[in-house]
């Protein structure tokens, strides 16, 4: 049995098996890019290249990325998602996968030169998220770049979770992994007492 404490793919699928195609029912689905992702997109002079998109949801990162240049894979361990993207997009040309971050396919390491990662880490217990940290990471080419979108703080709130908001201070696994903290903002959050961190990392 899995830890109780930490979703497991049933507990994802099911919310988007339930939303009936309803978009509104998807907690974490804002039907647009993130924010971070599109002023980087307009503001960049990196790429286009390989994107991977982690989490993807219902892919309107992955889109923006293709939309963009990249030649862009997303992945998600929801089959019910991955499904719905290929419906939303039927002529897209990222390339959709089923895929658990937690066991990634040997090619795909050290691939990318852009990883997105919107609100994945926080789906799992602190304790975890070195861990994910640690595998998000590893997809990154040399000179790779890394954006995360995550809510986080910076103190020691009780989160019963899930989600669980990122620390501030665990972000530093990204540093343990070889990246180089490129920049940074914290602005409010929908959630009371948290902040929206936004990040980007580049691969030494």
Known sequence: MGDPHTPE????ESIYRRAGRDPGSIPWADMEPTPLLVRWLRDTSHGPG?????????????????????NVTAFDLSPAAIGWCRERFPTSTVDYRVQD????????????????EARTIQSFRPEKQPRI???ISDLLAAQGRLLVAAIGHRGAPRVTGPPWPVAEADLSAFLERGLELHDFSANPSPWEGFELFELEYRKA
């Open 133 to 135: 940290i640690g595998w």
């Open 50 to 70: 390989d994107a991977v998109v982690v989490g993807c949801g219902l892919g309107d990162d992955a889109e923006a990325l293709a939309a963009a240049g990249w």
């Open 101 to 116: 971050l937690t066991d990634l396919p040997a090619p795909w390491l050290g691939a990318f030169d852009l990883v997105m």
């Open 9 to 12: 793919p049933e507990f994802f």
